[in-house]
């Protein structure tokens, strides 16, 4: 009995931290794995990125990540827009393309307009304004033919999204507004561009100051072409401008300067708000 004892205090002895170490073992490892993958885990399409910051809270980091998978989606929204709008009408200038896949026009409309941003269509901007249409952004700036060298005038800043399709292409861009609502919140988004210069005044007399530019573009149509505007075009400088009624019967025009003289080319039949004049 004794030994049987004996032997039975050895056996518990020896298998019972046996046991309880192959328990830890085999129960808690694939905890620890789990919560590995849990940390690690990242969305499908998006890069891992190194924790940052270990003091984030749970929501803080659901912030965070649902901030990365917004991105990821206007981002697939643009390059759609770009083959389905742009390139598939022909627009073929590499520069503009490269520019219209980079530009967020998202971050140029309303908060509330952002998920309409990349549609095949004007959206309003306030104010009874409107960013163009995707295409007629791309057309416009494709017949400006910039090489990347150019000082670039715009009138009719509106949202700002042209002027930094520009702006991503050259080195300086000169933007006027004349509404003040929308010079301020234009002004504020175009910030993040160093090479834009934006002014609230009546874009018919150009922008004397800076002139001459080697391109005008003109996002609002007037009944004529400004005269101002062509003494402002650099010898050889091409404006782009819609010219028509309000709301009607518009033609998109390429005007290229030729010392004294001007050539202007049809390009096509569009559809623009009109360009105010101020009342002093
Ligand atoms: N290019 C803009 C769209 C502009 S809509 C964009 O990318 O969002 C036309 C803009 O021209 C409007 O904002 C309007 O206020 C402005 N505008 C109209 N007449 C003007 C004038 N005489 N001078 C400057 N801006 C003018």
């Known amino acids: 009995m004794k030994i049987k004892n004996n032997r039975m205090f050895f056996g518990f002895k020896f298998i019972l931290p046996v046991a309880l170490a192959l328990f830890i073992i085999f129960c808690c490892l694939p905890v620890l794995s789990c919560s590995k993958n849990a940390i690690t885990k ?15 809270t749970d929501e803080e980091a659901a912030l965070t990540e649902e901030k990365i998978l917004d991105d990821d989606k206007f ?35 309303d908060e509330s307009q952002q ?19 995707p295409y007629i952004v791309a057309l416009m700036t494709e017949s400006l033919e910039l090489s990347g060298d150019e000082k670039v005038l715009e009138i009719g800043t509106g949202s700002g999204y042209q002027a930094a399709i520009i702006a991503e292409i050259v080195n300086q861009v000169y933007t006027v507004e004349i509404i003040p609502q929308l010079y301020n919140t234009s002004k504020d988004r175009l910030k ?3 090479n834009v210069k934006v002014s609230n005044h009546d874009g018919y007399y150009g922008w004397e100051e800076f002139a001459p530019f080697d391109s005008i573009i003109v996002t609002a149509a007037p009944d ?16 782009v401008i819609p010219v028509g009624p309000p709301g009607w019967n518009q033609t998109l025009y390429k005007v290229i300067k030729d ?7 049809e390009i096509t039949s569009v559809i623009f708000v009109p360009l105010t004049r101020s009342k002093e």
């Open 224 to 239: 004529h072409i400004p005269q101002p505007l062509v003494s402002q075009l650099a010898d050889g400088g091409i404006m």
């Open 192 to 194: 993040i561009y160093e």
């Open 42 to 56: 990242t969305p499908p399409g998006i890069i891992a990125e190194p924790e940052r910051n270990t003091n984030k």
């Open 259 to 265: 010392g004294e003289d001007i050539v202007i080319k």
């Open 115 to 133: 998920n309409s941003a990349y549609e095949d269509r004007p959206l309003h901007i306030g104010m009874g304004q409107t960013i163009s249409q």
């Open 75 to 109: 981002k697939l929204m643009r390059m759609n827009m770009v083959q389905n709008q742009i390139a598939a009408r022909n627009i073929k200038d590499e520069k503009v393309i490269e520019s219209m896949l980079k530009v967020p026009r998202h971050f140029f409309v």
